[in-house]
């Protein structure tokens, strides 16, 4: 089931449980990005520094996915247009699929890690 799906499955849901009263403010839990997470490049893991090296040289990437559009469902990054922000795989020593840990880029220069798989995120300093 696509992320996408689960969630509004997850708000229907949400929805059906709450008192009436209450189901007008739903809408209003978002998380709101505060810009007080940073990370210097030097911090991250060792994968994470070679995958931040082969997004500025643009490839080659070890994953497909690599390059797609973040689409920031989870709204923990400042809010942008649709295709704003594109995520790339940092690889996790002894795991054989993609893990949780990713780079998402915005504007060239502009670098974000999270560790959690979107849950939280560091803002990468250089």
């Known amino acids: 089931m696509s992320r996408m799906l689960r969630w509004k499955w997850i708000v ?6 709450l008192p009436a009263g209450a189901q007008a403010h739903t809408h209003h839990t978002a998380k709101v990005w505060t810009d007080t997470a940073a990370i210097s490049a030097a911090q991250l893991p060792a994968q994470a520094r070679a995958t931040l090296r082969a997004i ?10 690599d390059g797609m559009v973040f689409n920031n469902y989870e709204h923990a990054l400042p809010e942008h247009r649709r295709g704003y922000y594109h ?24 670098y974000y890690y999270t560790a959690d798989h979107y849950q939280t995120f560091n803002r990468i300093r250089e």
């Open 12 to 17: 229907l849901a949400a929805m059906l449980w």
């Open 56 to 65: 500025k040289r643009g490839g080659p990437f070890a994953y497909q996915r």
């Open 87 to 110: 995520e790339y795989t940092v690889k996790t020593p002894d795991r054989h699929n993609r893990g949780t840990r990713r780079i998402i880029t915005g504007v060239p220069g502009e």
